[in-house]
């Protein structure tokens, strides 16, 4: 069957449109197509629990999208460490529900399925064949993006950070912009590196990537990368914070952290760009125009 694009008829489905991502997503692609919600508890305008197969088969034969977007996950890296059985259920068994619908419907419909740069670990920038598995959130979004490519989906491994538009959920960005506000002293460590996009350009190579729907795994981060300790002083510095309350320090020198977190996740992104025709930006630059966010609002 020849896939059916997103219109009135063969709406996109935003699955877990109510956290992080999909609060910044959904406005971009309702402006768009025809964007049905969903998220577990509420708040959405379809509810399933994606863990159980028969719910969720239900709700995707009601909907009948042209186009799934898959956020929902869970994305506590120490709840999963602490209750693997919950990141399974999460990360792993609703993707193989989502992706057994499409399997056993001829329903032409494209799956775009968001992992994370918790898949590398060791010196990077890291293609997408270079997986190294430090803890089970990790370990679940990869068995997760296993069950996706068996539906031919689009997998992006990406991080990100930028103004959360959910109450209650905060994102990197947001705690450091409130501890610095604050005055609170924090450390930042010097010892892991990452390549985070700001939410604003995600959500644009997002809605690229839901045009073009390229088959495979795809990593989508900035051009380059930095420390966590790097990010946050220029971060401050874009915040017009001059002397913030912030230490150096080595990840192992905390006892906050449970789960044992990788030490470099940078990503090389040449694959999506080139797949699609892109260039993505610096993290110094995504710093600098993802800070406007917040300089108006306090
Ligand atoms: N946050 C980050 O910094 C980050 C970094 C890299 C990658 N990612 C990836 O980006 C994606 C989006 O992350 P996010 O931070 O936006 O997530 P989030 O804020 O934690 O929101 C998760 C969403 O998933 C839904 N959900 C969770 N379990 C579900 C289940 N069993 N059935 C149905 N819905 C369920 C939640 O609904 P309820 O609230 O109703 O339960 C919520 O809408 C995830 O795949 C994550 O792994 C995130």
Redesign the pocket.
């Known amino acids: 069957m020849n896939a059916p694009r997103p219109g009135p008829d063969a709406p996109v489905l935003v ?8 609060t910044r997503l959904v406005p971009a692609m309702a402006a768009r197509w025809d964007t049905v919600t969903h ?5 959405a305008l379809r509810t ?4 159980d197969p028969a719910a969720t088969a239900r709700m995707l034969d009601e909907v009948r999208p042209s186009l799934v977007v898959n ?5 506590s890296v120490d709840l999963c460490e602490y209750e693997p059985q919950k990141a399974y ?2 990360n792993v068994k ?1 993707v193989e529900n989502v992706a057994a619908w499409m399997g056993s419907r001829d329903t032409g419909c494209h799956l775009i399925h ?4 918790q898949v590398y670990d060791g010196p990077g920038p890291h293609a997408e064949d270079g997986v190294t598995l430090v803890n089970i959130y990790g370990f679940s ?1 990869y068995a997760g993006e296993l069950a996706a490519l068996r539906a031919g989906a689009t997998v992006l491994r ?3 950070f930028g103004r959360s538009a ?1 109450p209650g ?1 905060e ?2 960005s947001d705690w450091l912009a409130r501890s610095l506000r604050a005055g609170t002293p924090i450390q930042v460590f010097d010892d892991v590196l990452f390549s985070p996009l700001g939410l604003e350009t995600l959500v644009s190579v997002i809605l690229r990537v839901a045009a073009a729907r390229p088959p495979g795994v795809f990593n989508l981060g900035t051009a380059d990368g930095l420390s966590k300790a790097d990010f946050a002083f220029a971060f401050a510095a874009a915040l017009g914070i001059a002397r913030p309350a912030m230490a150096r320090a080595a990840s192992a020198g905390s006892s906050l952290l449970r789960a044992k977190r990788p030490s470099d996740m940078r990503m090389d992104s040449r694959r999506i760009e080139r797949v699609l025709g892109i260039r993505l930006p610096g993290l110094r630059e995504e710093i600098e125009s993802t800070a406007k966010e917040y300089r108006d609002v306090p």
């Open positions: 699955l877990g449109a109510t956290g992080l991502l999909g998220a577990r508890s509420g708040g399933a629990d994606l863990a956020l929902a996950a869970l994305t259920l999460a609703a968001i992992s994370t740069d979004k990406t991080n990100f959910r959920r994102s990197f």
